[in-house]
């Protein structure tokens, strides 16, 4: 799509289909559009949930810096499930695409983290877990 000012080309979009001047609408541009914006809102989510992820593992098993980050992780973490409630609420279509987003996400998420520190062989967040927004620690029962 070749438009010199976007801001413009929506304004002007908008109008002629507002004024079913339909003749007038760049379909192609149009269509291209749509698509992006729906990509977007994909890699949006998978961005969140990356960063979800991130700060779950950093919480649930960098001891040696959860007294120092710990609180600073749990308002991060927060924050990612309340965008990406927000984004389920606006496209709940995205919803089964979650667990597909979750497959991409926990081995980038795996991988960043471990360039801070060493995650134990068996550490794990699933995707029910990531999301329920009352659960933040690994079970310390497990720990012992």
């Known amino acids: 799509m070749t438009i010199a000012d976007y801001q413009e080309w929506i304004k002007e979009t908008v109008n002629q289909l507002r004024e079913r001047n339909f ?7 149009l269509i291209e559009e749509l698509e992006s914006m729906g990509k ?3 890699r949006a989510m998978l961005s969140l949930l ?3 992820l ?3 593992l950093k919480l649930s098993y960098w001891q040696d810096e959860k007294e120092r980050s710990g609180k600073h992780w749990a ?3 927060v924050n990612f499930r309340a965008q990406i409630q927000h ?4 496209s709940p279509s995205l919803k089964p695409e979650l667990e597909a987003m979750y497959a991409k996400a926990y081995p980038v998420a795996v991988k960043s983290v471990s360039q801070l520190f060493s995650l134990p062989k068996d550490a ?14 690994v079970d310390e ?3 012992s």
């Open 23 to 29: 003749d007038r609408v760049d379909w192609d541009s």
């Open 40 to 42: 977007s809102d994909r």
């Open 50 to 52: 990356t960063r979800l």
């Open 54 to 56: 991130e700060h779950l």
């Open 75 to 77: 308002a991060e973490i």
């Open 87 to 90: 984004r389920l609420e606006d």
């Open 124 to 137: 794990h967040i699933s995707l029910e877990q990531a999301l329920d927004e009352d659960w933040f620690f």
């Open 141 to 143: 029962s497990k720990e």
